[in-house]
């Protein structure tokens, strides 16, 4: 077949739609041996259609068009940075080289001009603006975090065919933006995506192997699936089989293959290469160790935007284990990080915010991290974000999105957030009563161990709540809470003891689980103790917060049980003076969600019938 014959095939192909024949098209006429001169306009008409549709390499061509003139523009500069810009963030290492060079000589465009560059980019009906705009919305970028006006973003500008947009549709599915998730569709999504040339979604659906998301996991499966990429040509799965090396992910550990990869890729101008390295240096893996230079390799990494850097700089900022420890340097790093949209990071960041570490305490700020790692598919924040939502705290409560959150949470595993979800059912918290579906959940958690629910079945039995009153039963369930370390099922197991109920009265027994909950910070188990023995109890939990504290925390994130212990605390007067007031208020707020100690107790305050 002649060239003439090859051209037109391509011609034929490019006005179908073939992203790889609209880059060929532009290269051919930028080839003054094949055209006999330069017919740069029609070379850049063929790059700006590949563009359109995601093609990486075609952006790094617009933006030397810019940069040197062939394009006209009265901004020329400007457009050439904005179009390296996207090329880097889809993975152009060619991009990100030119993108340094231009930096040294002007200023780098802060997040709000990037944002309405590319706001009026989409506008003006431009798909690969659409899916940076996307990515601007995900981490909150020269805008708010808009979960929804992400979502919305890449599924316009997955709608005309861009790659890039289908892959941030994609995630957006399988990490559940805006609690709508759906794995199935995210995956299809993704595959397509991959199957039309995008690399980040090529390596991104092998991970889906290596992490058991939405397929059977299979690290064996992720590691051929790099090693396929890489004979393919995929120049990001370079790094990925290094730390397939490096961890033992789907092969068994290979120091110097692992450390042979990275370096491979580092050449290609892989961007992630640099952290493997310095992996590999901090730990002598496959290399003389040479701490120093790791540490080095890291932080140039971690200033250069990789969020793995940021992250492991922060673990060791935390441990002191290879840098001198200093926690608010940890949490600086840990927020860079999230502010780059990695979800383990907004986790820790708004951990960070919620106790007080690095930063001061900051209830709102700490739900809006909690809020971010959720969108971004970490089932911890997840569940932290359900609850914030259930209770209202550092956020406007609503009840059904808490629930969905948690939802979300559970269905990924999580036994906290499964917990959450069948205590909503249970009371009826965003989503309509059901206490056989409440049994199930718990019941689903009993038989993996969980002591919470062993505790919730418990006390189901014990005050006849939603099934007959059974105090053998009771017991039998306390104690297998009990034995898993659940404090308030150690004070009950010893009441039961002590009173005889669903097992024959045993004093001693009795004062060994009070005892055990004392030392866990139950108070009525101190006092009990400490007035059956007149000697101290001291607590072993480890934490500098008194009990007060941590049941007044546990209180306002809605916990039922920690309402009805602060009540005590203020009927009381356990280390303050009386407080009725607050007594009853705590009391109501656990009574009026179905705690039966709360309601008697209450009962009893008010010297009337609770209703």
Not at 460 to 471: A, L, M, Q
Request: aromatic share 12%; hydrophobic share 35%.
């Amino acid at each position: 077949m002649n060239l003439m014959a090859v051209l037109e095939d391509i011609i034929a192909d490019a006005k179908k739609g073939d992203i790889e024949a609209c880059f060929k098209l532009g290269k051919h006429f930028t080839d003054e041996s094949i055209n006999g001169e330069n017919q740069m306009k029609e070379a850049f008409n063929w790059f700006s259609s590949a563009s359109r549709m995601g093609h990486k390499y075609s952006d790094c061509m617009m933006g030397q068009g810019y940069l040197h003139g062939f394009i006209e523009s009265d901004e020329g500069t400007i457009d050439a940075l904005m179009w390296h810009l996207k090329a880097a963030k889809k993975g152009c290492y060619e991009s990100r080289e030119i993108l340094a060079g231009l930096l040294e000589h002007s200023d780098a465009p802060d997040d709000e001009f990037v944002f309405k560059y590319f706001t009026k980019c989409a506008e003006e009906g431009c798909p690969d603006a659409m899916y940076m705009l996307g990515h601007l919305y995900a981490i909150g970028a020269g805008t708010e975090f808009d979960e929804a006006k992400s979502y919305e973003m890449f599924s316009r500008s997955a709608g005309c065919n861009n790659i890039f947009g289908k892959y941030g549709e994609a995630l957006c599915l399988i990490n559940g933006f805006n609690a709508k998730k759906d794995v199935v569709k995210g995956l299809e999504a993704l595959k397509e995506s991959a199957s039309l040339g995008c690399e980040l979604a090529m390596c991104e659906y092998a991970r889906c192997f290596e992490r058991g998301i939405g397929v059977e996991k299979s690290p064996e499966e992720a590691f051929k699936m790099y090693d396929g990429l890489v004979t393919s040509g995929c120049m990001l799965a370079l790094y990925h089989l290094g730390r397939c090396y490096m961890d033992g992910v789907g092969v068994q550990k290979d120091p110097w293959y692992a450390y042979t990869w990275y370096y491979i890729a580092d050449q290609y101008g892989v961007f992630e290469a640099k952290f493997g390295l310095a992996r590999c240096y901090i730990g002598g893996v496959g290399v003389d160790r040479d701490k120093d230079l790791g540490i080095t390799m890291l932080m140039e990494s971690a200033n250069g935007g990789n969020t793995d850097a940021m992250v492991m700089l922060g673990q060791l900022y935390s441990k002191g284990s290879q840098i001198k420890k200093d926690i608010k340097e940890s949490a600086k790093w840990f927020k860079l990080a999230a502010d780059c949209g990695d979800p383990y990071a907004e986790l820790v960041t708004a951990e960070n915010y919620r106790d007080g570490i690095g930063f001061g305490r900051n209830a709102k700020l700490a739900m809006h991290y909690f809020r971010r790692g959720a969108n971004h598919g970490h089932n911890m924040a997840a569940f932290e974000y359900g609850t914030g939502l259930l209770s209202g705290t550092g956020v406007k409560k609503d009840e059904r999105k808490g629930f969905e959150w948690c939802s979300i949470a559970a269905d990924g595993g999580y036994m906290k957030a499964m917990a959450m979800v069948a205590d909503c059912y249970a009371k009826g918290k965003g989503v309509e009563k059901s206490m056989d579906r409440a049994f199930e959940i718990h019941n689903e958690l009993c038989n993996r161990d969980f002591p919470k629910s062993q505790y919730f079945i418990a006390i189901c039995h014990y005050e006849g709540r939603g099934v007959p009153r059974n105090e053998a039963k009771a017991f039998e369930w306390f104690k297998k809470a009990a034995t898993n370390n659940n404090t308030l099922s150690q004070y009950y197991v010893g009441h039961c003891y002590d009173k005889g109920i669903g097992t024959k009265a045993n004093p001693i027994e009795a004062m060994k689980w009070y005892t055990k909950a004392a030392k866990n910070g139950h108070i009525l188990s101190k006092k009990i103790v400490e007035a059956k023995t007149g000697s101290a109890v001291e607590t072993t939990d480890g934490t500098n917060a008194t009990p007060f504290d941590k049941y007044l925390s546990a209180a306002k994130a809605g916990d039922l049980e920690s309402m009805f212990i602060l009540a005590r605390y203020y009927e009381d007067g356990i280390g303050m003076p009386v407080n009725l007031g607050e007594a009853r208020r705590w009391y109501n707020n656990a009574a009026m969600q179905g705690h039966f100690e709360s309601k008697r107790a209450l009962n009893r305050l008010k010297g009337s019938k609770f209703n």
